[in-house]
């Protein structure tokens, strides 16, 4: 008998539901893609960090053709796509292609590969006090999977610990 315990989840496609499974697949499809991207020569992306009032701001410039794979993202977070069209690929979106521009919600624990079709400006909106790039990666970015849901449980354990008083 087949493994039932599987996570599904599904997007609306026309007016029906497509599965979306969440296992492995995806998973080791972005990280191929990701080594394979590490052989070839690298391209630094200019970035510009903004800091204010408890909110860190991160803009990448891609220029068109370039292929970025993404860290794993701990937290929930803001896009904006200010200007380009991609081509993404994420565990729960599939591939969709985007064109600012758009603001978009990443929910936590989502890694995505990116394609530029044109020079594209993207930026993301992170909740920290840290100013220090160093340690607002450990507060943002889990180094695997594995760490993540770790992570997540541990918040999750944090939150069922708390004693609620009347």
């Not at 860190?56 to 068109?64: G, L, S, W």
């Not at 599939?94 to 594209?120: F, I, N, Q, W």
Request: proline letters at 5%; one cysteine or more; glycine letters at 6%.
């Amino acid at each position: 008998m087949k493994n039932m315990n599987v996570s599904w989840r599904a997007k609306l496609v026309g007016k029906s539901l497509v599965p979306m499974s969440t296992e492995k697949p995806f998973r080791e499809r972005i990280f191929a893609l990701q080594d394979a991207v590490a052989k070839i020569p690298q391209f630094d992306f200019p970035l510009q960090h903004s800091f204010i009032d408890g909110v860190y701001v991160r803009t990448i410039f891609i220029p068109a053709g370039m292929v970025i794979v993404g860290k794993i993202h701990k937290h929930s977070h803001a896009n904006i796509l200010s200007k380009g069209k991609v081509s993404v690929m994420t565990e729960d979106g599939g591939l969709e292609v985007l064109e600012g521009p758009l603001t978009m919600t990443s929910p936590a624990g989502c890694k995505r590969a990116v394609y530029a079709h044109t020079d594209t400006t993207w930026t993301t909106i992170h909740r920290t006090d840290e100013t220090d790039l160093e340690k607002i990666e450990d507060w943002v970015i889990a180094k695997s999977y594995e760490e993540y849901e770790q992570f997540r449980l541990e918040g999750e354990n944090h939150m069922k610990s708390i004693e609620v008083k009347p």
